[in-house]
């Protein structure tokens, strides 16, 4: 009777599977809400964002954020803080109470600001991050991969 080595068969199979696995984690991409009142910057970081792989989509006023996230679930929100009407703070803050109400995640939060006052800084901070504009693409995209990976 002869004896049959199956490592190697085996071997090659779970190599298979691992880099099956890995090709299906990259292509899992990440959903990214965008909140700016000011439309051009709203999409230029969308635009960003796609190009890096991500799925990204804007809101340009709070009520719209909102709407946006009671439907879909993201993996990180950024928004501006100093927003006419509804402040990007506040915000957050009623889009984290409805994912709490409904037993959703919350996502991290960074906040973009070109200028906010102290309190509104503050505040920003104890929801998450903040990143004062102008910033360069690099620093912007680190920060965001810091918070998806």
């Known amino acids: 009777m002869r004896n049959i080595d199956f490592s190697k068969s085996f071997r090659k199979v779970e190599y298979k599977i691992i880099m099956e696995k890995a090709l299906i984690e990259k292509l899992a991409k990440k959903n990214i809400l965008v909140i ?3 439309g051009l910057i709203t999409r230029t970081l969308c635009s960003l964002l796609r190009k890096e792989g991500y799925f990204a989509s804007g809101s340009e006023s709070s009520d719209e954020a909102v709407d946006e996230a009671e439907d879909v679930e993201y993996d990180l ?3 501006d803080i100093k927003m006419p009407g509804t402040d990007g703070v506040e915000t957050i803050r009623k889009i984290q109470s409805e994912a709490m109400i409904h037993n959703r995640p919350i996502a991290p939060v960074v906040f973009i600001t070109g200028y906010a006052d102290d309190k509104s800084v503050s505040e920003a ?12 693409n690099s620093e912007f995209l680190n920060r965001i991969t810091k918070y998806l990976n």
């Not at 901070?125 to 360069?136: A, I, N, R, S």
């Open 77 to 79: 929100i950024i928004a």
């Open 36 to 38: 700016d009142d000011d």
């Open 125 to 136: 901070k104890e929801l998450g991050e903040v990143m004062f504009k102008p910033f360069d």
